[in-house]
């Protein structure tokens, strides 16, 4: 590869003993194979770790069919800004009695995934069956790491039924 030869027999011209020059050679090959390895490994791992994306499949909406929903089988949850969280039971369409509205957050303890859970222990025990519906909604002011969470909720918590749907404008009121 990299190699200096050096033709000296030990003599010069005045018949003087010299000491011998040995040649100074690198051997590249093993820098070459490391250099493929590091390659492969990162052309494998670039491709093995591709992102995953949430299939979300909403249905087209006709106007017509509408599915009924029990005030007492909902819980309604808004995500608003700076990872706020929004809920009331049902789905607050009654403007003569307005929701009780809370307030929580993402956290472990306190946060949205135990207001599910009771929800969804109460529906069962008021039903004897897990019916619970969940509307999101999300605020123009939310982010989509919001959205992404609460589905992954939804997930976690078993919950069958829940939807996107539109946010009010007095629900909109409810951050600002």
Known sequence: MAEINTNTNGSNRHGKKRA?????RVDMTPMVD?????????????????????????????????????????????LGPDNKVAWYEGMGNDPQSPPELHYTNFANTNGIRDVIIRKKEKVEDQFH????????????????????????????????????????????????
Request: hydrophobic share 40%; net charge neutral; proline share 2%.
């Open 34 to 78: 490391l250099g493929f390895l590091l390659i492969t490994f990162f052309m494998l791992t670039t491709t093995l770790s591709q992102p995953k994306t949430l299939n979300l499949i909403m249905p087209a909406d006709d106007g017509k069919t509408r599915t009924a929903l029990a005030e007492s089988k909902a819980l309604t949850v808004i």
């Open 20 to 24: 011998v020059k040995k040649s100074t």
């Open 129 to 176: 069956q897990s019916d619970l519906t969940v509307l999101i909604k999300a605020d123009k002011s939310s982010n989509y790491k919001n959205l992404v969470d609460i589905m992954d909720e939804m997930l976690i918590n078993r919950v069958d039924r829940y939807a996107v749907v539109d946010i009010t404008q007095e629900e909109s009121r409810y951050f600002h």
